[in-house]
């Protein structure tokens, strides 16, 4: 079974572009999340789709926005770039039909710098 | 209190040794605590985790150890190796919010 895919792997943009991530999760799985990584920071949830409606949001500003269609492939964008958003953006899918604590398989991320 | 507070930042080990990487959290409410292993250019896999019904849990070289009164849990891997060398994160979530609330991480090196 194919793992969790993410596109591109590596982008470089400059400040106040803005900026779509894709992920596609395993076949099967219906949730997918979103975490930021920094160095600093660790892991932070961005957002949790499932039925292409978002169930839960971290703590971030409104310029971070995601949406799912459905397929369950889930897209991620960040308007207006500030250089703070330079980090790893992770996906991770899982089998909310299995409950909410089911094993979260994450994608291996696309490194976003920020000029 | 939505936070997990994980340490130490960075870790170095001896082969064959063992290593402990700290978690604490303040919500009660988390009745769930995975761990991640990450390697570099890869992303996060889960290692083991653990429900707080039960104290300790075991698998191969790894255990995690959990103590619901004081609210910490913990890593350990014995007999540490060089391929264990990796980035780890503990992680807590409330059944039923599907979010995840991630440690800062803990960067292993174990020397051969």
């Known amino acids: 079974k194919a793992g969790v895919t993410q596109t591109p792997r590596y982008l470089i943009k400059t400040r106040g572009q803005q900026v779509t991530l894709s992920c596609s999760p395993i076949?099967?799985?219906?949730?997918v999340s979103w975490y930021q990584q920094t160095p600093g920071q660790g892991l932070q949830f961005l957002f949790e789709?499932?039925?292409?409606?978002?169930?839960n949001k971290g703590n971030f500003p409104g310029r971070f926005s995601g949406r799912q269609f459905s397929n369950s492939r889930s897209e991620m964008n960040v308007s207006t770039l500030e250089l703070g958003d330079s980090a790893l953006y992770l996906c991770?899918?899982?089998?909310?039909?299995?409950?909410?604590?089911?094993?979260?398989?994450f994608g291996p991320g696309t490194r976003l710098t920020v000029l | 209190q939505q936070q997990v507070k994980q340490s130490p930042q960075s870790l170095i080990v001896q082969k064959g040794g063992i290593s402990i990487i700290n978690c604490a959290y303040e919500?009660?409410?988390?009745?769930?605590f995975p761990w991640y292993q990450q390697f570099p250019g890869k992303g996060p896999a889960l290692l083991i985790a653990i429900r707080p019904d039960v104290s300790e849990k075991k698998e191969g070289r790894f255990t995690i150890s959990f103590n619901k009164s004081a609210k910490q849990f913990s890593l350990h891997i014995m007999d540490s190796q060089p391929g264990d060398s990796a980035t780890y994160f503990c992680?807590?979530?409330?059944?039923?919010?599907?979010?995840?609330?991630f440690g800062t991480g803990t960067r292993l090196k174990v020397l051969a």
């Open positions: 991770a899918s899982s089998h909310p039909d299995r409950g909410s604590t089911d094993t979260q398989y």
């Open positions: 076949s099967g799985h219906r949730s």
């Open positions: 992680a807590a979530i409330t059944s039923g919010t599907y979010k995840y609330i």
């Open positions: 789709y499932f039925s292409e409606t978002q169930r």
């Open positions: 919500n009660t409410a988390f009745d769930y």
